[in-house]
C-alpha cells in the first residue's frame, strides 16, 4: 500500500519506549477468536499453567489465523514460568534449543505443543556488539514479548482468564484493516535479521494485505543485506514457502521486490520487472501446480515432497533457459556428461553454496534437471520406452518433466497429490550413482552409443536408487 494509516490508538508498531506502553485489551465481543477453536491439547496446557498460577498465553500465527478464520498450523504458548518449572508441572516434556529454552509438551498421537517463556529479544538478534546473548539475559515481560516479534499480525496474545486479546502494536487494527507492517522501527529490525524482510514477503502473499508504506520502504533499503543470514536458515526458510500452499503468491510477491534476485541471483538474465518475463511465469505457473498439490493435502492423505524436488522445480526455467533443456536433439554420450557437469557446477556454486543443499539433494536436482532431455526425447507419442520406464528414476523425472510442460502450456496433468503420497525414504533407502561411475561403467559394459544417459544396471543409473520404486 502506498497510503498508510497513521498512528492508531495504541502505539501503531512502535518500538517498546523505556516507559512501559499500555496494551488495548480486547474483550470476547470486539474479536472473533473462542475458546473452543483453542486445540484441546493447547487448552489443557493453558489450564495448568493457569492452575500452577502461571500465566499462559496463545501467541504469535495461532492468534493471527484464529483472528482471520484460518485454521492455525500449530498453537504456540507463551508464559511467565521458566523452562525449568514448565519442565516439573509438565512430565512428559523436554527442553530443546540452546539458546532460547523451548519446551516442548508430548500428548497422545504425536501431538506436540510449545511452550516458550515470555522474553525481551528475538532468538535471532545479539547483543550490540555482536555477542549472541545469553539465554538468562533474554527473559521479559508481555509487552517486551510483543515487541521482540516481527509483523503487528503476528504480536498479540489470547488469554483464557478473560478470553481477551491483549495487542501492544495495533495489531488488530492491523489485522482488521488488511496491513502487514513491523513492529518497531523496520529499518533497525529488518539490519537486526534481515530474515524478517522474507517473513514480511510471506505473510503479505498469504494473507493478501498490503504492506505498509514504511516497512516497504525499509525493505527495499535491506533487501541486499539478505543473504547474511546463514545459508541454512534461508534454505529452510524458502522450503517453508515453497511447502505453504502459497509458494505462487509468494513468489510473486517476491518477484515485485528486490528479494527475488537478490535470493536467486541467476536468474537476472531472463527477469523483467515483476516477474512478466516467460522464464518467471513459467515458474509460476509450476509453483501454482505444487500449491495445487499442498492444498489438496490432507490428515488422511498427507503430502510430502522432498526438497531436491521442489528446489529442481525452482530451478527449472532457469536450468532450462540456460543450459537449453529439453533441446532440439536428445543429450548422448560426450554431450550428456558435459552438459551433466556443467549443471552440477553452476547448481552447486549458485544454489548449493548460498542455501547449504546438502551434497545428495545437488546431486539429485542436477540428475531431475538433465533428465528433461531424455523424457523430451524418448517418449513416441504413444508413450515412453519399456527401457526407460523400468528405471527407477524415472517417475520423478517423469513427474519434473510434467511439470515443464505445463510451465511452457502444454500438457495439463501436471502432478498428482497420489504421486507424492508417500512417505520419505529413509536414509540410506536413496542412493545417487555419479556421473563419472556411469561414464566408466556404461563404456565397459560396452553398451556403445546406446542409452548412454541410462544403463540396464539393476537399480538405475544417473539417478536416484529408491527402494520403494524398484
Ligand atoms: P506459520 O503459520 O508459518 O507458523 P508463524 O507466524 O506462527 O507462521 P513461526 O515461524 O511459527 O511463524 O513463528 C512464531 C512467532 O514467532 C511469529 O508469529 C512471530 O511472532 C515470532 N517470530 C518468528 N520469527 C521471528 C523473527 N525472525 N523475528 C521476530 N519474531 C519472530
Ligand atoms: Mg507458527
Redesign the pocket.
Known sequence: MSSLPQENKTTAGKPSPAATVEAAIFPESEHPIREQQLDREALKVLYRLRDAGFKGYL????V??LFLGKK???F?ISTDARPGQLRRLFRNSRTIGRRFRLVQVFFRGNKIIEVSTLRSR???EEDGEGELLASNNTFGTLEEDAF????TI??LFYEIEGRTVIDYVGGVEDLNRGIIRM?GDPDQ?FSH?P??ML?VV??AA?TGFAVDAATSEALQRHSSELMLCPPSRLRDEIL?DLR?GASKLWAEQCMTTPLWLTLFPFYQDYFQAGGKDETSLALLRILGEIDRVYQSSSEEQPVHIEEHFLFAALLLPWASAHFKLPGEERLRGPQFHQCFAALREDIGERFGVPFNIPRMAKERISTLLINLSTLHHAGNGKGYPKWLKKKSYYQECKRLYDLYQLSRGKGTAGISVEDFALPEPKQGEVEVISAVQEASSSSSRGRGGGNPAFSSHKGGIFGLRSRRHS
Open positions: 501467541v504469535g500465527g495461532g493471527r489465523d492455525p498450523k500449530d504456540d528475538s532468538e535471532y521482540r516479534r516481527d509483523l503476528n504480536s513492529v529490525r535479521d530474515a524478517r517473513r510471506r505473510h498469504r517453508k505453504s
